[in-house]
Antibody, heavy 122, light 110 residues
Framework: EVQLVESGGGLVQPGGSLRLSCAAS????????MSWVRQAPGKGLEWVSS????????YYADSVKGRVTISRDNSKNTLYLQMNSLRAEDTAVYYC???????????????WGQGTLVTVSS | QSVLTQPPSVSAAPGQKVTISCSGS????????VSWYQQLPGTAPKLLIY???KRPSGIPDRFSGSKSDTSATLGITGLQTGDEADYYC???????????FGGGTKLTVL
């Protein structure tokens, strides 16, 4: 079955940086756009960013635009999220998510990783 | 607050039926597919319904989805204690150019 395993979360000071990774397996990674979705403690889901299968197109939520960069390495079946200028409001569990359709990254997410917690605090 | 509006909580007895609403606008639900996710305590979200009313393999037919105009509804019949979870609706918003989710609904099976 499809597996998505996130890593890279942790405690970081405001203004700091962090790079999250998501190792994917059991599907043709390069054929699918991939996304990051976050969930602040006790709050709902918030879409963060998506990237096309080739990596040539990227999309960002307004709340992170200019501070976050999504990328992927299809040779390693790995998705990344580089987060800079982190703020307290970025504190959340970050999930990587696979879309249900290879032709659409925004229609639905049929597999989610277990999430990695990012805490921004001094 | 969230672009999609869900009731914060719903409750019903075991064996009963419950519905969860998700209200939006023409820029999101009105012209795009809706999906529903179940999030059990301490776990990642799980796809329950996609394309308004389709169930992924392995999802029992106790779960159903529908859409009308700018609103969507998740229905759960034959409630079980294991259904206690948070439920989220999601869709694409053409005006925001973003995937949007509802604020989530906590289901309690009394």
């Amino acid at each position: 079955e499809v597996q998505l395993v996130e890593s890279g979360g942790g405690l970081v000071q405001p203004g700091g940086s962090l790079r999250l990774s998501c190792a994917a397996s059991k599907f043709t990674f390069s054929s699918y756009a991939m996304s990051w979705v976050r969930q602040a403690p006790g709050k709902g889901l918030e879409w963060v960013s998506s990237i096309s299968g080739s990596g040539g197109n990227t999309y960002y939520a307004d709340s992170v635009k200019g501070r976050v960069t999504i990328s992927r390495d299809n040779s390693k079946n790995t998705l990344y999220l580089q987060m800079n200028s982190l703020r307290a409001e970025d504190t959340a569990v970050y999930y990587c998510a696979k879309p249900g359709y290879s032709s659409s990254w925004s229609r639905n997410y049929d597999y989610w990783g277990q999430g990695t917690l990012v805490t921004v605090s001094s | 607050q969230s672009v999609l509006t869900q009731p914060p909580s719903v409750s019903a007895a075991p064996g009963q039926k419950v519905t969860i609403s998700c209200s939006g606008s023409s820029s999101n639900i009105g012209n795009n597919y809706v999906s529903w996710y179940q999030q059990l305590p301490g776990t990642a979200p799980k796809l329950l319904i996609y394309d308004n009313n389709k169930r992924p393999s392995g999802i029992p037919d106790r779960f159903s989805g529908s859409k009308s105009d700018t609103s969507a509804t998740l229905g759960i019949t034959g409630l079980q204690t294991g259904d206690e979870a948070d439920y989220y609706c999601g869709t694409w918003d053409s005006s925001l150019s973003a995937v949007v989710f509802g604020g989530g609904t906590k289901l309690t099976v009394l």
